[in-house]
T-cell receptor, first 113, second 116 residues
Framework: QQQVKQSPQSLIVQKGGISIINCAYENTAFDYFPWYQQFPGKGPALLIA?????SEKKEGRFTISFNKSAKQFSLHIMDSQPGDSATYFCAASRGSGTYKYIFGTGTRLKVLA | NAGVMQNPRHLVRRRGQEARLRCSPMKGHSHVYWYRQLPEEGLKFMVYLQKENIIDESGMPKERFSAEFPKEGPSILRIQQVVRGDSAAYFCASSLTVAGDDQPQHFGDGTRLSIL
């Protein structure tokens, strides 16, 4: 019930392509879903986050799509660039700032130049 | 506007020694979280603290591990009698809670703990 399942484990995309990472959760009490980007040797950095009352949120080249009935959400990176090569983690929480995050296992993205 | 500061960045200990990891949250943040990341894995929640209080320690091993967030000074994650399995990256995050606003957790760059 506390798990967040993330796929794929790794992803290779050509420059300019679309990168899509999917996550699924079970606990309907979750109401905050952030995505984090992590470069080697660094901490996770918040990319974008969404609440269940919104089906889509876009910030620049990054879009979260949210399907509440299916309990799934996904990250789309449009016009992927080599600088986007990193590990991406989805997470779920009961709140944005006062509850633990449950992280997915991560997706290692490589964007080819 | 400094972010979450963790030190040391790298820590090497021999089996049986103690490890102390420090975390200074972002200015004004009163909520601190510790997570552990094993190689090629996601982050696993360990403990959530507010000033002088442990709110949730459900992810922390019952033995050898302890955490504190005193009124003054950084939060400390302490691991006693370390074993090889404690080798991991330990990340601290902090947040600022304002009612009605989204206040996500901001992460430090972690402490890489290696046990010889």
């Amino acid at each position: 019930q506390q798990q967040v399942k993330q796929s794929p484990q790794s992803l290779i995309v050509q420059k300019g392509g679309i990168s899509i990472i999917n996550c699924a959760y079970e606990n309907t009490a979750f109401d905050y879903f952030p995505w984090y980007q992590q470069f080697p040797g660094k901490g996770p950095a918040l990319l974008i986050a969404i609440r269940p009352d919104v089906s889509e949120k876009k910030e620049g080249r990054f879009t979260i799509s949210f399907n509440k009935s299916a309990k799934q959400f996904s990250l789309h990176i449009m016009d992927s660039q080599p600088g986007d090569s990193a590990t991406y983690f989805c997470a779920a929480s009961r709140g944005s700032g006062t509850y633990k995050y449950i992280f997915g296992t991560g997706t290692r993205l490589k964007v080819l130049a | 506007n400094a972010g979450v500061m963790q030190n040391p960045r790298h820590l090497v200990r021999r089996r049986g020694q103690e490890a102390r990891l420090r975390c200074s949250p972002m200015k004004g943040h009163s909520h601190v979280y510790w997570y552990r990341q094993l190689p090629e894995e996601g982050l696993k929640f360990m403990v959530y603290l507010q000033k002088e209080n442990i709110i949730d320690e459900s992810g922390m091993p019952k033995e050898r591990f302890s955490a504190e967030f005193p009124k003054e000074g950084p939060s400390i994650l302490r691991i006693q009698q370390v074993v090889r399995g404690d080798s991991a990256a330990y990340f601290c995050a902090s947040s600022l809670t304002v009612a009605g606003d989204d206040q996500p957790q901001h992460f430090g760059d972690g402490t890489r703990l290696s046990i010889l």
